[in-house]
């Protein structure tokens, strides 16, 4: 582009100076037999001049061994005769007709040579701004490729940050992401770490009490030890199978994780979970409903509120003797109210935060539990954006947990 607009531009300033070479002829007053005496060492321009009278007569020409062709049209025009192309200008004083032509070959070589000086500092600069270019990339890519290095040979239990000392600004917003992976991925492998070594510590107790019940069955010597052996067997079996289930569910809840969002009526819920606790609630003396005002129609995974749901009835019926459980539902605004109400013997004050807590169980708390439940409870809570409340119940007896979901 810059070749050929020099090029243009050259070409621009060769047509002003026919033209200008004209007018200087034009402005002063030859007689006819002058012009050969005025123009006379002409020889050597690149142009050449010719003159003709009113009658078409040809009363001068500088350069006679070139055939130049004679002018057609006043101003300027292209021409081509036996010796080339040329360009001509003509103009007419006092009946004079007077052409100035320069030979094509020898403007566009001029052009060309004009359009190469203008071009020359860009070919000798292009070259060493590519070197550079080179260089510092270059230079950035070795850093780029010793931060992989680097990373690649770290141990899955090497989590520190990379270090941005040396990391070239454009790359740090990424190096400062991976960072931040690192630290979240630190912390879930913390986190993994400890429910694993809780996990092997809640599930070492009853495996073992299955062993030694299983033994004590197998030495019953009569029928009526054998059925108390069998009994107790079977009662550790199923804490041992309610145990693997909550912390299965434990284990497939990721906090950070967004639930599934689907239209969900809590009503419905609550209605269906209170149907499949009401045998045993029926068993154990409790009353057991689910009072609704209306549909509470939420966006949620609606398995994952049945579990959470399932867990509070759990554990009201498990805390509960004689006594009412109450699941209400209903909606607060924009938002929705799931409460679990039971007359039990509650939460002291002190533990309703750490209740939360995996495998935590109060110092009140009846045998049998695994001390998940809650824990579910929240983390299914957090997956919907929803905050879970404890509170004493009526006439300040019984536990209320009341789950907000915006």
């Known amino acids: 582009v810059v070749f050929f607009q020099a090029r243009s531009e050259a070409n621009d300033l060769f047509d002003y100076q026919l033209r200008q070479l004209a007018l200087t002829l034009r402005d002063r007053t030859y007689a006819p037999s002058q012009f050969a005496e005025v123009l006379q060492g002409e020889e050597a321009l690149d142009f050449a001049i010719e003159v003709w009278g009113p009658d078409g007569t040809e009363l001068y020409e500088s350069q006679p061994q070139l055939r130049v062709p004679g002018a057609v049209q006043l101003g300027f025009s292209t021409g081509e005769g036996p010796d080339g192309k040329w360009r001509l200008f003509a103009i007419q004083q006092r009946g004079l ?20 000086r203008t071009l020359l500092p860009f070919l000798v600069a292009l070259p060493l701004m590519g070197l550079l270019i080179w260089r510092l990339v270059g230079q950035e890519i070795r850093v780029l490729e010793s931060t992989a290095r680097a990373i690649a040979q770290r141990t899955p239990e090497a989590l520190e940050p990379i270090g941005t000392r040396s990391v070239p600004e454009e790359i740090l917003p990424l190096v400062n992401a991976l960072n931040g992976l690192l630290e979240r991925l630190g912390g879930a492998l913390a986190t993994q770490r400890q429910f694993i070594a809780d996990a092997a510590h809640e599930l070492r107790t009853p495996l073992t009490a299955l062993k030694l019940q299983l033994q ?46 689907e239209p969900v009526d809590l009503a419905e819920v609550a209605e269906a979970i209170v149907q499949a606790h009401a045998a045993r609630a029926g068993a154990a003396g409790i009353a057991l409903e689910a009072h609704a005002q209306g549909p509470v129609p939420i966006d949620g995974d609606r398995a994952a509120l049945e579990t959470l749901l399932d867990n ?27 409460e679990v109400e039971d007359t039990g013997p509650g939460i002291p004050g002190g533990e309703h935060a750490r209740v939360f807590d995996r495998f935590y169980r109060g110092e009140a708390a009846p045998t049998g539990g695994t001390g998940l439940g809650l824990a579910i409870v929240k983390r299914i809570a957090e997956r919907h954006g929803a905050g879970v409340e404890l509170a004493q119940g009526p006439g300040g007896r019984g536990l209320r947990v009341v789950v907000r979901f915006p």
């Open 97 to 116: 007709t007077i052409q100035v032509a320069q030979p094509m070959a020898v403007r566009s070589q001029l052009a060309f040579d004009a359009a190469m």
């Open 312 to 338: 509070l009835v759990d554990n009201a019926l498990r805390y509960t003797g004689e006594g009412h459980v109450t699941v209400r539902t209903r909606r607060e605004g924009a938002g929705a109210i799931l």
């Open 216 to 261: 004590l069955a197998e030495r019953a010597r009569d029928e009526g030890g054998r059925e108390k052996a069998h009994g107790m067997l079977r009662e550790g079996i199923s804490r041992a199978v309610r145990l693997v289930e909550q912390l299965l569910a434990l284990a497939r809840l990721d906090p950070d994780a967004p639930a599934r969002r």
